[in-house]
């Protein structure tokens, strides 16, 4: 989606380093999501923020949505193999009343042991 | 709870045939979602229910594609006259509604190759 960018496209890193990927609207969000995705396979929840300066941490994933609820970041601290996967930021950007979320087009990262 | 559920996981279909996809959201989740997802592709939004009603349809739902959620619990998706351009995988996700501020959660997807 033109309305949300996700970037880098790609990343490989070795076990071990940290890493970011990010998310930017064009638009005020209502809510950001953040998924993981294995090939082939379903879309799993890893965090949601809502707030202006929301900060989310689970296991060695931390998740960032700044004052302006238009940029989120997600960080992966000593990265690991388990870690690879596609990962997707998810924007409700208030439209329909309900939790329409549009998604940004992944970031596929490769962690290298 | 046990999650999401779509069946079947993967579907071959010559072209011009119909297929049906069923979604069993969350029990008590009343917001159920169609997504479609292609190759390097996030998911893209196609049709959304609270309860039994449909109450958005994307410009991408031609009208080949047809969903529906009797008595507000499983959905259906079904296309009508396949064309190759309908392969992806189809998603389907649900919440509870009430707030905005509730997970939305995944089945795993549902492969379609239409051949």
């Known amino acids: 989606s033109q309305e949300l960018e996700q970037s880098p496209q790609s990343l490989i890193v070795q076990e071990g380093k940290n890493l970011t990927i990010n998310c930017t609207s064009s638009?005020?969000?209502?809510?950001l999501y953040w998924y993981k995705q294995k090939y082939g396979e379903g879309l799993i929840f890893l965090m949601m923020?809502?707030?202006?300066?929301e900060e989310k941490s689970h296991e060695k994933i931390t998740a960032k949505l700044d004052e302006k609820k238009q940029q989120s970041s997600l960080h992966i601290t000593a990265s690991q193999p388990s870690h690879a996967g596609i990962y997707l930021c998810?924007?409700?950007?208030?439209?329909?009343?309900?939790?329409?979320?549009?998604f940004g087009t992944g970031t596929k990262l490769q962690v290298i042991p | 709870d046990t999650g999401v559920s779509q069946n079947p996981r993967h579907k071959i279909t010559k072209r011009g045939q119909n297929v049906t996809f069923r979604c069993d959201p969350i029990?008590?989740?009343?917001?159920l979602y169609w997504y479609r997802q292609t190759l390097g592709q996030g998911p893209e939004f196609l049709t959304y229910?609270?309860?039994?009603?449909?109450?958005?349809k994307s410009r991408l739902l031609s009208d080949r594609f047809s969903a529906e959620r009797p008595k507000g619990s499983f959905s259906t998706l079904e296309i009508q006259r396949t064309e190759q351009g309908d392969s992806a995988m189809y998603l389907c996700?649900?919440?509870?509604?009430?707030?905005?501020?509730?997970?939305?959660?995944f089945g795993e997807g549902s492969w379609l190759t239409v051949v």
């Open positions: 996700a649900s919440s509870f509604g009430g707030s905005s501020g509730n997970t939305i959660y």
């Open positions: 638009k005020t969000l209502y809510g």
């Open positions: 923020l809502q707030k202006g300066g």
């Open positions: 998810g924007a409700d950007m208030g439209s329909g009343g309900y939790q329409k979320v549009t």
């Open positions: 029990s008590e989740h009343n917001r």
């Open positions: 229910f609270q309860n039994e009603a449909q109450l958005e």
